[in-house]
């Protein structure tokens, strides 16, 4: 039908109906006093989100933007890079760090696994001169919906000395993370994500050390430099003409993250995907990460059963049941599809999905008990 | 009263109805073919708009970000370029240009004058060993309101042999502006300008001979990187996730432009910008740029009478006619204040703007005939 589409997508996600109002009001002037004060609300609140007393600065561009931001403030040419790679994000780390120059290694896993902290560890202790300056790594991996260790990660980085700069593009307000309690040096978000907004704004934040790096570092890029950026941030204003819209939108949507409480978001979140995971079982579909202890709690991953592909189950849901799930990305196209239930996402939204799961492989011949999803998903929605 | 701002400031302009409602809906999967089908639309349309054979980038960031892009994809370290500076935004290009390591020379002029092509002739003639690889320039310096000659002085760089990279951020869609014809190397604008869109995407296109020289770029920006981002292009896709909300409302806006014509609309851009002129000195005000030939379309800087302050006059228009106009920037905060009449602005704003600033200047003890500046205003527009 029209104007039904439900996005089950790792992003853009949802949107609240009080923020897209918010968003479609007349933009004001960003350099009024009106503007200034909503600024100071969104950087206050996006302290709370990111759990850190640093800054975090808001660009006007999508999560690659950020990332791009946070290592073009800190790498010099020929900089000894360790990226983790677990999947395509992973490897966007290490693509933008080789851009900037740096020297590039990277610990690289099979799609669906997690970083060893094992591997990680002996790795930086074959680097007795200390080359290594920064390692890049991913919270939640959106191809494959896992999710790594990030606390033990970051913990053996920082044993090493060399800053840790994460991605939590599709882990912020989904999962646990906590920068200062963990030493994460700079981490990364974006807005169509767990902040519940449109895309288009990206979020950075980076500890004292990491602003002791980037002070040697030479060539920052203009539009996406910290220093200047930050100095707007304490003067409740943006380096450059902001996208004022969505900064309105993104107000109302931290407010409405601060009223549910961040830790009651992380369990719904934990929640809802774990019961997502125990439905799809039920149904008698593989999950791709069987693992739970690395299964993200934002994207769940799906294996067509055999004899059905993916383009026919993602084609079915959308065009009789109105929902996107996205597919496979790169060497997982049509291997894959991926379910997100990330940011404005209820417990109803995990029923309706179920359901029309059920009923579109139910279409496509596939053998299971109908009925079975459901069941299962609700019986662990309510598990104490 | 409440809700009843009226932005006369150069950017955020004014947005049509249709388009923030457009930007309202929830946002679509941006790798969704109905979104690929958009953005076909939408790099068709600004084709028409930009006047050129050539692609089209959108980023999404601010009118900065495009400025960043363009440079970051053509500069090597120790390359020459050679800055125009009229006015803050020149500067601007010249400071992105150091950022990138570039040995930046410029020609500069006091606030208020154009760049005089034959100081650049002269300029470049000096160059015999053709150093200078770059020349940036800015079609309309928005924080003093003077339209350089763009057309001419692209002719002499092309002369030369350097690269003309323009700003064309608050120029587009308000006066003519020919890349293709006129031979801009690299063109660049903003979406909450011309483009009657709220701020958050901007736009660049390159010619071949740039294209050229970004074939020996050792580093360009990931982010901004131009051959990554025309590959999307020409699938009709983005190489990261796009401001899809603005992106839909781009689409509306272009459509809005195609129907008016851009002829049309700069018509209408030049005949409003001169009423208002003569509307300002009909009310006995100084106009910060008094010769008429170098006078912008979308923004009209004017003096404060002796004994009344920037401030006061803004404070009046907005507090009692909710009309919002901009103070000057740096060195000319307070000398000046600045009126854009830029994009979605009809006859009808300029008749409200000139009449509530008599009020607001009759409120003040401003000493001229009531009515002389509406008068002029209509006279003006109403000419052959």
Known sequence: MKDKTFLMIP???????????????????????????????????????????????????????????????????????????IGNFGSRWAKIAAALGADVDKIEVEAGQAINPEDLRAKLNQDNEKKIKIVTLTQNETSTGVTNDVKTLVKIIREHGALSVVDGVTSLGAMECKPDEWGIDVLISGSQKGFMIPPGLSFLVANERAWEVHKQCKRPDFYFNWTTNRKSVLENSTAFTPNVSLI??????????????????????????????SAIRAIGLKLFVEDDSIASTSITAILPPDGISVPEIRKVLKNDYDIVVANGQNALKDKIFRMGTLGFVSERDAITAIGSLEATMHKLGHKFELGAGVAALIKELNRG
């Open 11 to 85: 992003g853009p996600t949802p949107v609240p109906e009080r923020v897209l109002l918010e968003t479609a009001k007349h933009p004001m002037g960003h350099r009024s006093s009106e503007f200034s004060k909503i600024l100071e609300a969104v950087y206050q609140d996006l302290k709370y989100v990111f759990q850190t007393k640093n800054d975090v600065i808001v660009y006007t561009a999508s999560g690659t933007g950020a990332m791009d931001a946070a290592l073009s403030n800190l790498i010099n040419e020929g900089d000894k890079v360790l990226s983790l790679v």
């Open 248 to 277: 309105c939108g993104l107000k109302v949507a931290l407010e409405m993250m601060k009223e549910e409480g961040l830790e009651n978001i992380i369990k719904r979140h934990t929640k809802i995907a774990k019961a997502l995971r």
